[in-house]
């Protein structure tokens, strides 16, 4: 039971940083229907789908390696703010515009501005959570993410049905705007004072740091590799709903990310619990072992109750590799460096996504419905994933 009053000891920052992640999150609608917005509003194959998904995520990585500098050397709330602003606009403007090629330039564009964020929320939580409540701080980001993951999904697919493009992209932008406000009301002079072990010249970079720290640097690399796989919600996975599930993939698709929100708003408190006797690394190497798992069991049926399944159990992985991670890069990276640190953790991720789209959609094309062959390439990231952390750590 202490482990769940310790939610409730953050700082007013806190609280403030984790309703802005929980409004911008909800309202994130693009997120999860994008490849099916692509592929079904405009009509385009699945390759040109994964060349522009890929093309978005490099532009955003681009993004979190100027925004993590700019956030070291200048404030974290500023780039926050600014950049959400400045992607919230951009949506509006796609929602007038409507469902046209037109609108291909600007979705990649404000893929770009977000990723200046990238970094951003770690580093706020740190600033302002107290040390002895820091782990319980970045466990409820992690909640406060997938409290809005539970809910975005049926919001997207309720809108999208009834309301259609214009509307899910004028309301993501509406709350991106709103969330960047709340950041906005955030006073810097309340930032809570940290006892710095480590202090760098500013001017060093950033890869002579992760050379001298090779655990991080090997763990950035598995979760890439990790994504690699999870990134199929964007590709594989989505092309295999529409083929097995017609009319219904809506519905399926929606239960599948709501299991995936609600299971990672709930058992995190108790994989705190049960699991904090294990190790950083073998959480991760669990993380790995049930992503492989799961993913492989869409391979083996068209059963609908099957997916859910299958969603739940590499829903399990993707907490145990997640609970301990942002704490990781928090208390390792220097106080010098920690932005672009933490810039580079969603830039491994999105790295992942990109080489994951690409496979996932040419698997599709050159070996359509081949689900056997393609899960069985896909979830081979993983279980390297997996190699690489005991290596690393020997």
């Known amino acids: 039971m202490n482990s769940f009053k310790a939610y409730f000891k953050q700082t007013k920052a806190v609280y403030i940083i984790l309703l802005s992640i929980i409004v911008n999150g909800i309202g994130g609608l693009i997120a999860q229907f994008m490849t099916l917005i692509l592929k079904h509003d405009l009509g385009l194959n699945e390759f040109t789908v994964s060349l522009i998904l890929s093309s978005t995520l490099g532009l955003s990585i681009v993004g979190g390696l100027i925004g993590g500098r700019l956030a070291d050397f200048y404030s974290p709330r500023k780039i926050k703010y600014l950049s959400g602003f400045a992607f919230g606009s951009i949506n509006i403007i796609i929602a007038f515009i409507g469902a046209s090629l037109l609108v291909i330039p600007l979705f990649m564009f404000s893929s770009f501005v977000i990723g200046f964020a990238a970094s951003t929320n770690s580093m706020l939580i740190y600033i302002h959570a107290n040390e002895e409540e820091r782990k319980n701080a970045f466990s409820l980001v992690y909640v406060a993410i997938n409290v809005a993951a539970a809910v975005s999904p049926i919001i997207a697919a309720y809108v999208h049905k009834n309301y259609g493009f214009f509307l899910l992209f004028f309301l993501d932008g509406l709350t991106t705007i709103a969330a960047a406000y709340l950041i906005f009301t955030l006073d810097e002079k309340e930032a809570v004072e940290k006892k710095e072990k480590t202090k760098i010249d500013k001017s060093v970079p950033v890869i002579k740091v992760l050379r001298e720290n090779k655990a991080i640097a090997f763990t950035l690399i598995t979760m890439a590799f990790y994504f690699v796989t999870f990134s199929q919600q964007k590709s594989l996975l989505a092309f295999q709903t529409l083929d097995f599930f017609g009319d219904t993939w809506r519905s399926v698709w929606a239960i599948m990310f709501t299991i995936n929100g609600v299971m990672c708003m709930l058992i995190p408190p108790f994989v705190s619990v049960f699991l904090k006797s294990l190790k950083a690394k073998n959480m991760i190497m ?44 928090a208390e390792v990276a220097p106080s010098t460096h920690r932005g672009r640190v933490f810039a580079l953790s969603p830039i491994m991720r999105r790295a992942g996504q990109i080489v994951g789209i690409l496979i996932g959609g040419t698997l599709s094309t050159i070996f359509p419905a081949n689900y056997l062959l393609n899960w069985g390439i896909i979830v081979l990231f993983p279980l390297i994933g997996v190699v690489l952390i005991k290596i690393s750590h020997e």
Do not use: D, K, Q, R
């Open 286 to 329: 669990l993380s790995g072992v049930l992503y492989a798992f799961g993913f492989y069991m869409y391979a083996l049926t068209s059963n609908p109750y099957v997916f859910y399944m299958a969603t739940a159990i590499w829903t399990l992985g993707e907490i145990a590799g997640a609970i301990m991670f942002e704490v990781y890069i």
